[in-house]
């Protein structure tokens, strides 16, 4: 999935030089990683995870985004999380190329194409970085597992699944249950 260059040698503006086929791409500690395209049942993970955001969201305050969208914080130089939250007071400025500094909550859906990458890469990635809280959305297992920062590792404080309405220790209550966030496909 990565790229051949120089280990770390990737930067952002690099990206401008790739030839426009289409694809997403995120550096990471300086290595391109292309991202492929999500099936359906991301895409509609994703505008029920919006759905079931936006009241939370909102009574806070804060912003409510989605890919594709650039995020850069230490380490990189851009990703692009599904899903992210920045509420009053946080690190992290929405400027014109995108987001930069750690927004208080990211959320992966995982596809079968990038687990290990959402996983493990990105899970330490946006620990290093100072990521409040991470959820790790996984369609094929229908789950929903919420990590929180303590220091500089993620711990997981809530894995919830079927009807369960989990709490976010950062947002409260969510207003959906974990199923309903998944569609389900006919055959």
Do not use: C
């Not at 851009?78 to 992210?84: K, R, T």
């Not at 959320?107 to 946006?126: C, G, M, Q, W």
């Amino acid at each position: 999935m990565a790229r051949t260059k120089q280990a770390g040698a990737w930067t952002y503006e690099d990206l401008f030089a790739l030839p426009d086929d289409g694809k997403r791409y995120e550096i990471i500690e300086g290595e391109l990683y292309e991202m492929p395209a999500p099936g359906s049942a991301h895409a509609l993970a994703i505008m029920n995870l919006l759905q079931m955001l936006f009241p939370s969201v909102a009574k806070f305050g804060g912003q409510l985004l989605t890919a594709p969208l650039d995020v850069f914080f230490a380490g990189a130089n851009p990703v692009q999380p599904d899903i992210l939250v920045i509420l009053p007071g946080s690190l992290a400025r929405v400027v014109p190329r995108g987001v930069e500094g750690p927004p208080d909550l990211l959320i992966e859906v995982i596809s079968p194409s990038n687990r290990v990458h959402d996983v493990f890469t990105k899970r330490a990635l946006y620990a290093r970085a100072g990521i409040r809280e991470y959820w790790i959305v996984d369609p094929e297992a229908r789950t929903l597992d919420i990590l929180t920062l303590d220091r500089d590792a993620f711990h997981l404080a809530v894995k919830a699944a079927g009807s369960e309405m989990p709490i976010s220790p950062l947002l409260g209550q969510l207003s959906v249950a974990v199923d309903d966030l998944f569609p389900t496909f006919s055959e």
